[in-house]
């Protein structure tokens, strides 16, 4: 596609039910990125996915987050028993890197999450 | 670990007058720079990047932005902001010899008056 789609735009969840946000990549983009911004906050790192190498882990709050990637693809964010601190807005991002170059990341338009 | 500061969480001016945005990185290494927007209800768009060659780096509308190896920064700057450039401006740097992953700084809420 011409960008990073995600889906759904909004969730609202109750306390303790999991929730599965998708993200799909630019075409051709091989690095998949997720984020999570808070209100008032920064950009959080949570995962990053880069072609078949293991996925970079190390933003993931807590194991009840989880993220896989598909045929290098559309990747699935989870979340298992949702609390009121996972509400925020959820972003993925896709990027394209040559020769050790980073050539930026594009970034969807967020699932906004809310948890009540 | 490696971390992004923006001193300036909230800055507010008024239209055509001068900005500067303050961004340091703690990392050492070679390092990618970006610079990216957010405006009130859109998702994050680039602004600007450095990757290598003239330190000097123009963008889109009107922006630009200094690399100062010495000094581990990369300030943005516009010489006449205009009310549309209210936003929240985020500064990101990725290491050339990690995963690459975007590391941002907690961002900076811009404020112009008209």
């Known amino acids: 596609g011409a960008g990073v789609s995600q889906s759904p735009s909004n969730k609202v969840t109750e306390k303790g039910k999991d929730v599965e946000l998708r993200c799909d990549p630019i075409?051709?983009?091989?690095?998949l990125y997720w984020y999570r911004q808070s209100l008032g906050q920064g950009l959080e790192f949570l995962i990053y996915?880069?072609?078949?190498?293991?996925?970079?882990k190390s933003g993931l709050p807590s194991d009840r987050f989880s993220a896989e990637r598909t045929g290098g693809s559309v990747s699935t964010l989870t979340i298992q028993r949702t609390q009121q601190e996972d509400s925020a807005v959820y972003l993925c991002?896709?990027?394209?890197?040559?020769?050790?170059?980073?050539?930026?990341?594009?970034f969807g338009s967020g699932t906004r999450l809310t948890v009540v | 670990a490696q971390s992004v500061s923006q001193h300036n969480h909230h800055v507010i001016l008024s239209e055509a007058a001068s900005l500067e945005l303050g961004c340091n990185y703690s990392?050492?290494?070679?390092?990618?720079l970006f610079w990216y927007v957010q405006y009130p209800g859109q998702h994050l768009q680039l602004l600007l990047k450095?990757?290598?060659?003239?330190?000097l780096v123009k963008g889109i509308k009107g922006f630009e932005a200094e690399f100062i190896k010495s000094k581990f920064s990369f300030n943005l700057r516009k010489p006449s902001v205009q009310w549309s450039d209210t936003a929240e401006y985020f500064c990101?740097?990725?290491?050339?010899?990690?995963?690459?992953?975007?590391?941002f700084g907690s961002g900076t809420r811009l404020l112009v008056r008209p």
């Open positions: 450095y990757f290598s060659g003239d330190p």
């Open positions: 996915f880069q072609g078949n190498s293991a996925p970079d």
């Open positions: 990392y050492g290494g070679t390092v990618n």
């Open positions: 991002a896709s990027s394209y890197r040559r020769d050790r170059v980073n050539y930026g990341y594009t």
């Open positions: 990101a740097v990725a290491r050339m010899d990690s995963s690459y992953k975007l590391i």
């Open positions: 075409s051709g983009h091989t690095a």
